[in-house]
Nanobody, 117 residues
């Protein structure tokens, strides 16, 4: 029933930009907190950015000032704008939806981002 579908990943040069999208279905999107997480080889999955149902945002320390999360409730979609990309940003990026007050977190399948010259 619930699906989160990420898109926009790919190969980019250091200093370049990418915009990831997460299209949600099967949830009342406007009620959910949305987030982006990433996992690089040999490392634990880490928080990249979150945006609340009300639009408040928080970012992981490693991406502050470079990444921006946003949401378009009319399109049931959230976005991660990634600027000034670095090789250490290379990872699989996952979209997550979370309803406050309990319940199950929903995850997308992930999209690969490779930053390399």
């Amino acid at each position: 029933q619930v699906q989160l579908v990420e898109s926009g990943g790919g190969l980019v040069q250091p200093g370049g930009s990418l915009r990831l999208s997460c299209a949600a279905s099967g949830i009342i999107f406007r009620l959910y907190e949305m987030g982006w997480y990433r996992q690089a080889p040999g490392k634990k999955r880490e928080l990249v950015a979150i945006i609340s149902a009300g639009g408040s945002t928080n970012y992981g320390d490693s991406v502050k000032g470079r990444f921006t999360i946003s949401r378009d409730n009319a399109k049931n979609t959230n976005y991660l704008q990634m600027n000034n990309l670095k090789p250490e940003d290379t990872a699989v990026y996952y979209c997550k939806a979370r309803l406050g007050g309990g319940g199950v977190d929903y995850w997308g399948q992930g999209t690969q981002v490779v930053v390399s010259s």
